[in-house]
């Protein structure tokens, strides 16, 4: 009888389910995506141009090619003019070798379409980065045995802390939702001095280089909330995707823009795995 009530009472609540469809905002009219990169490594100087697409679209990005991009100081006195490279996608400064310089204010501006975009920000110099150690660990419960890297440094400043860090293994940048490294001073910066292990079991031999930016608040805030973005599941208590709020405005005021623009300063600091002697 008891069994006979539990069929029962698994049947009625299957019974009640009922499948929801959340509606989506859907793309009206052509929407562009900025994203702009300025620092003091002309490596990572560029700017992607593409137009927006639904959130369930999975067909390949529209980049835009016919954009007039230039980032300057604010004042104007520098200006650095931009052109499309389709091996990048992207646009790159036509100067060889251009770089922005520490504490100096920059613009972006992307003429596209009848339209001018523009965004600004400071270059902020760098925390200090001391050394990357590594250790040998033994599989332990939520970990892999391998290689972890502790990085130590120090990082004095009061106000303006926003990080990131990108792992590149073996050539290959770590790019998963979880690895979007992303801190700032709320919990205090100490656990810079005593060291900051990243959460990867390397092996031997592996090259690791690590790179540190110092970002400004919008930007950073842009890439904390793509990261919640990236683990929303969709669920009944997750709430529905939105787009991170951009830090780009449009100069008139009556057109949707998407994307960022960060300046940053950027550190770098590589090191080879040696095995353990045994």
């Known amino acids: 009888m008891r ?6 009472l698994v049947f009625v609540i299957a019974s009640c389910q009922e499948e929801v469809n959340l509606p989506l905002a859907t793309i009206k009219g052509e929407v562009p995506v900025i994203e702009g990169v300025w620092t003091d490594n002309n490596f990572y100087n560029e700017v992607k141009v593409s137009l927006a697409k639904n959130y369930l679209d999975t067909t390949e990005n ?47 501006n992307v003429q596209w379409d009848d339209y001018e975009f523009q965004s600004e920000g ?24 391998g290689y972890y890297i502790k990085v130590y440094g120090e990082i004095p400043y009061e106000e303006d802390n926003y990080y ?10 770590k790019d998963r939702r979880s690895d979007y490294l992303l801190f700032d001073d709320t919990f205090g910066l100490k656990f810079f001095e ?4 990243l959460g990867y079991a390397f092996d031997a031999k592996d090259t690791v280089q690590l ?15 793509l990261v919640n ?16 709020e951009t830090n780009i ?10 994307g960022y623009f960060s300046v940053m300063s950027v550190l770098r600091e590589k090191v080879i795995i040696e095995p353990e002697e045994e």
Do not use: C, H, W
Request: net charge negative; hydrophobic share 35%.
């Open 3 to 8: 069994l006979f009530g539990l069929i029962l």
């Open 62 to 108: 529209l980049l835009i090619k016919n954009a007039e991009v230039t980032i300057s100081t604010a004042d104007g006195s520098t200006v650095f003019p931009f052109r499309f490279f389709e091996e990048s996608g992207s646009y790159r400064a036509q100067r060889s070798g251009a770089v922005g310089v520490i504490g100096e204010t920059y613009q972006l």
């Open 122 to 145: 400071i270059l902020l110099p760098p925390p200090i980065l001391d050394s990357l150690t590594y250790k040998y660990e033994e599989e332990r419960l939520f970990r892999d045995e």
């Open 164 to 173: 990131r860090i990108r792992v590149i293994e073996n050539d290959t940048l």
């Open 194 to 197: 005593n060291g900051l292990e």
């Open 211 to 225: 790179e540190l930016y110092r970002m400004n608040k919008k930007p950073y805030n842009y890439f904390v909330q």
């Open 229 to 244: 973005l990236f683990y929303s599941d969709g669920g009944l208590f997750s709430p529905p995707p939105q787009n991170p």
């Open 249 to 258: 405005e449009d100069l008139k005021g009556d057109k949707e823009v998407l």
